[in-house]
């Protein structure tokens, strides 16, 4: 079974600054997705980047960017510019490309809770 | 707003009793996952339902019950209830079942077991 584990609890940043959330993964697939999902205080669920494996180039979402080391199994999330509106509990979630069974569910980790100091 | 509408927002009961979380899914998704978010336990997938059928189940106990209906919307049924059942309890749509398709999350029931 596929693990997600992000090892920083909590996390702040200066607004206008860049911080960078870690996620690593454990999975003997080849193929599957990754993403960051931001909870903001209003408990929704907003996908914030994805990123599919078999892409060597790392996605980009305006101040959003992500670091994929497939080797490593790593995925962290950087945000420049950081704004107050980016403060939430950020979540690293695995999917699996290969169908069958429950392969197309979202794993998720612990999550990271991002406070933006103004 | 992502389309997808859940309710109630938030559920007080006591232990023993059943509930009925209700979700609606976007307009022309097919795909209904539920998911369950505890302080313990993080986020976990409960169950996918894709046009009125059963397609995935994950760690979801016999005391929960599923179903889509043939409008799509969805419900999830929690009977027995216990303290540790408190939780948030999402649902999220999407339009097809593939491993590329983009999954859009309601705000997710409250449900509070006292």
């Known amino acids: 079974a596929q693990t997600v584990t992000q090892s920083q609890p909590e996390m702040s940043v200066q607004e206008a600054e860049t911080v960078t959330l870690s996620c690593t993964y454990d999975?003997?697939?080849?193929?599957?997705?990754l993403f960051w999902y931001k909870q903001p205080p209003s408990r929704q669920m907003i996908l914030v980047i994805r990123?599919?494996?078999?892409?060597?180039q790392n996605a980009t979402e305006n101040r959003f960017s992500v670091n994929f080391q497939k080797a490593a199994k790593s995925f962290s999330l950087k945000i420049s510019d950081s704004q107050l509106g980016d403060a939430a509990m950020y979540f690293c979630?695995?999917?699996?490309?290969?169908?069958?069974?429950?392969?197309?569910?979202?794993?998720f980790g612990k999550g990271t809770l991002l406070t933006v100091n103004p | 707003d992502s389309g997808v509408t859940q309710t109630p927002k938030h559920l007080i009961t006591a232990t023993g009793q059943r509930v009925t979380l209700r979700c609606s899914p976007r307009?022309?998704?097919?795909?209904v996952y539920w998911y369950q978010q505890s302080l313990d336990q993080g986020l976990q997938f409960l169950i996918q339902?894709?046009?009125?059928?059963?397609?995935a189940k994950g760690n979801i106990l016999e005391r929960f019950s599923a179903q889509q209906f043939p409008d799509l919307h969805s419900e999830l049924n929690l009977s027995s209830l216990e303290l540790g059942d408190s939780a948030l309890y999402f649902c999220?749509?999407?339009?097809?079942?593939?491993?590329?398709?983009?999954?859009?999350f309601g705000s997710g029931t409250q449900l509070s077991v006292l």
């Open positions: 307009s022309g998704d097919l795909s």
């Open positions: 339902y894709y046009n009125g059928e059963e397609r």
């Open positions: 979630a695995y999917r699996s490309s290969y169908s069958g069974g429950s392969n197309y569910k979202l794993t």
């Open positions: 990123q599919e494996a078999y892409k060597q």
């Open positions: 999220a749509s999407s339009v097809g079942l593939g491993p590329n398709e983009k999954l859009f």
């Open positions: 999975t003997s697939e080849s193929d599957y997705y």
